[in-house]
């Protein structure tokens, strides 16, 4: 690619300020609402984790960018099992991921359309803009472009209400009121709702994914990576205090459009619907882009050997049918067996799961740093590896129980994976000692 079609600091930025304020934090009010504002401790926690990481990653870019991010550092540093684990951690992160933003897109249709039904129904809803996003992304990956693209702006117009006029009318009163309504100490409350919070920083290992299309990546990627985590972390804090300021705990925890439902207080009657649409087109353009990527990492991780063939194969306007059609199928098995009395409930679930997923993805890139003996990486390691175990740690027992399940699924993916030949990304992004192993089918004949 030519030097003058590559991102620059500027767009890399936007792109990762851009991953991570997605859907997910139209919703997240009414889930945090079950806590309280006290959650703010936990914004700056989840920040202070998220700008350790964002350094750490720009490190490892330095020393040799990577096209994949994460998951390709660590299958350079510790070989295919390793490596194989991590790209099935994220590829589930997002499949579990999609279904969250499906929530967060039903629950704001919902609401411009003045709609108060049932969970069944609910479900039923996010089922089908689910698979309406995989229909989307079924002509091609350029359409899938192109249907995103326009519906960025309008989920940019409740965060810039929320985040600019209804500070004039904050109310301290209210923020003290829905500090803590959890019945829990403070410190317990912030533990509950970290890896929640954590959630809407999912995306700030973006610049380090794309590498290989950025310009000068050892410089570009460490600046974008953090000044898009210190954009998204100050955008999340000032919106997220404010709506504790204008709305009760029980008000938020209990609608389906939380931002809706401010915009309603805020402006009048009108302004609720006209802000559940922006937040329904936003969700939406959303799903649809995560689809492709989840389509696209599966197919990556086909080209590598670590999921069957038939990921990789494409259609016409190189569509990956089989990660859009698995894709599909999941999400539609994680609504119904999730399904809540409450949508900030059930999206809860899902993001925490999506969540725990990436959090182990991110303390495998740790462990690469330090095999790797970065200079000066040592604290960043600390830090983010630490923020990384207690984040996990502090999750709810139920997920937990579920995660190590799949944790023990996933492994066994590598009994069939290891007897192929498709091992090893391209031999371009690898540095480690295992040139031993044989190169993917494109590299049959490297020596």
Not at 422 to 437: H, K, N, Q, S
Request: hydrophobic share 55%; glycine share 10%.
């Amino acid at each position: 690619m030519a030097g003058h079609r590559k991102l620059g600091p500027v767009l890399a930025t936007i792109v990762v300020a851009g991953n991570m304020i997605g859907s997910g934090i139209f919703l997240l009010p009414a889930t945090l609402a079950k806590v309280g504002s006290v959650t703010l401790i936990g914004w700056l926690a989840a920040s202070l984790g998220a700008v350790a990481l964002a350094l750490l990653f720009g490190k490892l870019a330095r020393r040799q960018p990577m096209a994949g991010g994460p998951a390709s550092y660590v299958f350079d540093a510790f070989g295919p099992f390793a490596g194989m684990q991590v790209s099935l951690w994220y590829w589930t992160s997002c499949l579990i991921g999609n279904v969250a933003i499906a929530a967060a897109a039903s629950g704001y249709l919902a609401a411009f359309l003045g709609l108060n039904v049932g969970p069944a129904f609910m479900a039923f809803i996010t089922i089908t803009l689910l698979w309406l996003a995989t229909a989307v992304n079924m002509v091609s990956p350029r359409f899938a472009g192109l249907f995103n693209g326009p519906l960025l702006i309008a989920g940019l117009v409740p965060l810039l209400l929320i985040g600019t006029v209804g500070w004039f009318m904050f109310d301290p009163a209210q923020f003290r009121d829905n500090w803590n309504v959890s019945g829990l100490s403070d410190l317990a409350a912030v533990k509950q709702s970290l890896v929640l919070v954590f959630w809407a920083y999912l995306g700030l290992e973006s610049a380090s994914v794309a590498a290989a299309v950025v310009e000068n990546p050892e410089r570009n990627v460490a600046v974008a990576t953090i000044a898009g985590v210190l954009l998204a972390a100050l955008i999340y804090m000032a919106v997220s205090a404010a709506m504790m300021g204008l709305a009760s705990a029980s008000d938020l925890a209990n609608s389906s459009a939380p931002f809706a439902l401010v915009a309603g207080k805020i402006f009048g009657p009108v302004a609720g619907p006209l802000v559940a649409g922006a937040g329904m087109l936003k969700a939406l353009g959303t799903l649809a882009g995560w689809l492709l990527l989840t389509a696209q990492t599966s197919r990556a991780a086909a080209d590598h050997g670590l999921l069957p063939q038939l990921f990789a194969r494409t259609r016409a306007g190189d569509t990956p049918v089989a990660g859009l059609m698995t894709a599909g199928l999941v999400g539609t098995v994680c609504v119904v067996v999730t399904i809540s009395p409450t949508l900030g409930q059930q999206f809860g679930l899902l993001s925490e799961a999506a969540t725990l997923f990436c959090l182990l993805m991110y303390l495998g890139a740790c462990a690469a740093a330090l095999k790797y003996r970065l200079q000066g990486a040592y604290v960043l390691t600390a830090i983010g590896g630490a923020f990384c175990i207690c984040a996990i740690a502090w999750s709810s027992v139920p997920s937990l129980k579920a995660t190590a399940v799949c944790l023990i699924v996933l492994a066994l993916f590598y009994l069939p994976a290891m007897r192929r030949k498709y091992l090893l990304p391209d031999a371009a992004v690898r540095t480690g000692g295992f040139e031993r192993l044989r190169e993917r089918h494109t590299d049959v004949n490297t020596p």
